[in-house]
């Protein structure tokens, strides 16, 4: 690192701040990018420099190539990191990168296109060697698919062609529910990726979703880093991962480190990344996909190991050979704390944290991207801390988590540490038992607290405000101190709310969004449980229902209509 580096941070957020630690560290300067709804977000003040990009819609700030590349000029940056998520696995986004002379944190523009695309990935698995689950080749249409589900046979899932997290990804468990399926899955896969191509899967029941890490330098050097577990889901989103796998003995994890290395090679795979599988009770594992980029979830890996992988991924992309001692030790968990209410269906809840304290002690790590005071946007994601704990074994590991999650203090929007806590407690995680469907199965039975509305305490503690000028794009921040302070806003309501006489059968929008569809018609008779729109906020889609019988009279929204919160959608007498 002889020459003055200088890393532009393609992305927002905590995984933001987690790259800009390690380049202090490593004493690279580091460029934040930031649009319109993170104009005050604490990732941005992390950074050396800061540069806006665009409006809050991410398709114009944080998947726009041209804004960020026209950043990396502007700032003199000499590395580009894009973190996870957004152009994360965008081979172009390598390429331009490439093409103007800076290096690229992560694998290569080919890679990238090869592995990024899950219908390609698998024929590169199967010329491996690795087994893969049964589905189509290629992403399909409506007609396509219809053909090809008759092949695989339900139940099936139909997934994103293009990214990973979860996000454009649903079961299907019969012909009837396949069209609405793969139409949502396109819609989620183009909001979130920027690319609408799904297709098929067989869906493998009471299966473990368990994951290599890997890291490859240029010089022919594979490391296998160890596996994660990542089985506690809901809707296809990791809510809870550890390292290693309560699924795993050294047989079982001799063959896959063989298996996820070998692909890794047969590729010609460079820098960081994870090879994605489901795991049959019978210790069978089969290629799912592989995610070519850093993971959410690389901070279990990173505390069994004491390897940050972040600044490997660094060293390998300024061209370094790689020596590892990589043995691991203990047992790590990461929790993901999201700004959802589990009590209510785990409806997101944007808004301001008027209280903020996070865990510490021993052994205790928060990767978090807000403080006290700060908004969490309902633009993107709903995740805004992790929280990682590392333990002897297992079960200290379980307890350790436990203690922190009782610490973790978050108020002013609703958090995901209660069904956290629920899940650790419960008796089949702590025997290891739990499957990728098991979550969602235990939630029907269970029975948790939804969140309390609030309403302001009172002002929020005295802190300075930046006012932000921005010159040619560049955000220069003046420091000033002002008593005036905003109210808390309201977190979403609870459904329960609408009921009473005194709306007047309004159904009012629980949250931020913007309207996918609409699914009732003025004048058409409904009844409780009946959708009347799909409103998408914070990249996940909710259907908003009809809490009582009677007519439509009115219905003042639209696609593509952006609406507030308690911003009336119908009106049902």
């Known amino acids: ?53 665009g409006p809050a819609l991410a398709s114009s700030s944080y998947l726009a190539i041209d804004r960020i590349m026209e950043a990396a000029r502007k700032s003199k940056a000499t590395l580009v990191h894009p973190g996870y998520g957004f152009l994360a696995e965008r081979a172009q986004f390598a390429q331009a990168v490439e093409e103007a002379g800076l290096a690229f944190v992560g694998p290569t523009a080919q890679a990238i296109e090869t592995m990024g695309d899950k219908a390609a990935a698998r024929r590169v698995a199967d010329a491996a060697g690795m087994p893969i689950v049964p589905g189509t080749r290629e992403p399909v249409d409506l007609a396509q ?43 989620e896969a183009n909001s979130y990726f920027g690319r609408p191509e799904v297709f098929l899967e067989r869906y493998v029941d009471r299966a473990h979703h368990v994951e290599a890490q890997i890291l490859a330098d240029t010089h022919g050097n594979v490391f296998f880093l160890g596996e994660r577990d990542c089985s506690v889901q809901r809707r296809h989103q990791k809510l809870i991962e550890e390292t290693p796998s309560p699924m795993f003995d050294d047989r079982i994890r001799e063959r896959f480190a063989e298996a996820a290395v070998g692909l890794a090679k047969a590729s010609g795979y460079v820098n960081a990344g994870t090879v994605e599988c489901v795991m049959d009770e019978d210790g069978d594992f089969y290629f799912l996909e592989m995610n070519a980029r850093l993971q959410v979830e690389h901070t279990v890996t990173e505390m069994v190991t004491g390897l940050d992988l972040v600044a490997l991924q660094i060293r390998v992309a300024l061209g370094e050979k790689l020596s590892l001692d990589h043995s691991p030790h203990g047992a790590s968990i990461q929790c993901r704390i999201n700004a959802e209410d589990p009590g209510r269906n785990f409806l997101p809840g944007p808004g301001r944290v008027t209280r903020y304290r996070e865990p510490a002690g021993p052994f205790v790590r928060v990767d978090s991207g807000i403080e006290q005071g700060r908004e969490i946007t309902g633009d993107y994601d709903s995740m805004f801390a992790k929280l990682i704990v590392l333990g002897r074994d297992r079960e200290e590991a379980r307890k350790r988590m436990l203690r922190g999650l009782d610490e973790f203090v978050v108020q002013g929007v609703p958090t995901t540490i209660p069904v956290h806590r629920w899940i650790l407690e419960s008796k089949e995680f702590r025997a290891g038992t739990h499957t990728t469907t098991w979550l969602e199965r235990a939630l029907a039975e269970a029975d948790l607290p939804a969140h309390p509305d609030f309403v302001s305490s009172g002002p929020a ?49 629980p949250m931020q969004g913007t309207i996918v569809k609409v699914l009732v018609e003025k004048g058409q008779e409904v ?47």
Do not use: W
């Not at 933001?16 to 003040?45: F, K, M």
């Not at 994103?160 to 819609?187: I, N, T």
């Not at 008593?483 to 309004?506: C, F, K, L, T």
């Open 1 to 53: 690192m002889a020459r003055k580096q200088k890393l532009l941070i393609a992305n927002r957020g905590e995984i933001a701040i987690r790259i800009a630690r390690t380049c202090r560290d490593l004493g690279i300067a580091t460029v934040a990018v930031y649009s319109d709804a993170d104009r005050d977000a604490l990732h941005v003040e992390m950074a050396d420099e800061a540069f806006r990009i």
């Open 145 to 187: 698919a219809k053909k090809e589900a008759a092949r695989i046979g339900f139940p099936l899932v139909v997934k994103a062609a293009f990214g990973g997290g979860g996000k454009g990804m649903h079961v299907v468990r019969d012909a009837d529910h396949l069209e609405e399926s793969l139409k949502r899955a396109a819609r």
């Open 461 to 509: 503690p005295n802190r300075p405000a930046d006012i932000l000028v921005e010159v040619d794009g560049r955000r220069i921040p003046v420091r000033i101190f002002d008593e005036r302070r905003d109210p808390a806003p309201r977190p979403p309501m609870a459904p329960d709310a609408h009921h009473g006489e005194h709306v007047h059968g309004e159904i009012l929008a």
């Open 527 to 573: 009844r409780p449980g009946d959708v009347i729109c799909i409103l998408e906020a914070m990249k996940m889609e909710n259907h908003v229902p009809s809490n009582r019988e009677g007519e439509v009279t009115d219905l003042p929204i639209h696609a593509g209509q952006v609406v507030e919160t308690g911003q009336v959608l119908a009106v049902i007498d």
